[in-house]
């Protein structure tokens, strides 16, 4: 396993407005789109199986994004995925969206929590995510180190 988890996104025609650049909401879509990458890349699951076969969800309960830079279909998008926390039922993610010029277009926190998707109840993390997840934050942090 790579850490940190990148996530590579092209931005498309369908992605921006009127004014000819990604249409505000979808940098929260793309965030998304690299935080499940990273449930299939880091954990060996995306949130369909998880939903559906486990009957957990991660519904998200915090999202924050600064947005510093436009992006055009010109654009492809790298986002680097980090855990900034981890909790008894909760992550806390950090993501950052470079262009591949090295532009930095976006920072978010998004957090989740796992629930059972029945009772909508928070549950503990499970210890074989719980140990993939504290391999990746050190594998992260020594990275950076």
Known sequence: MLAPYVH???I???DTDAAHIAYTVRFFD???E????WFR???GI???RLNMDLHMGTPFVQVNMDIMAPLT???ELRMIVLVEKMGRSSLAFGIRGERTDGVSSFKARFVCSLVDNRAMKSIPIPPEF???IEHYMEACAACSA
């Open 12 to 14: 498309k025609w369908g």
């Open 73 to 75: 279909p010109r654009d």
């Open 41 to 43: 890349n880091v954990l």
């Open 46 to 48: 995306d949130w369909y």
């Open 8 to 10: 590579p996104r092209v």
């Open 130 to 132: 719980r140990a993939r």
């Open 30 to 32: 793309f965030a998304m």
């Open 34 to 37: 690299a935080i499940e990458g």
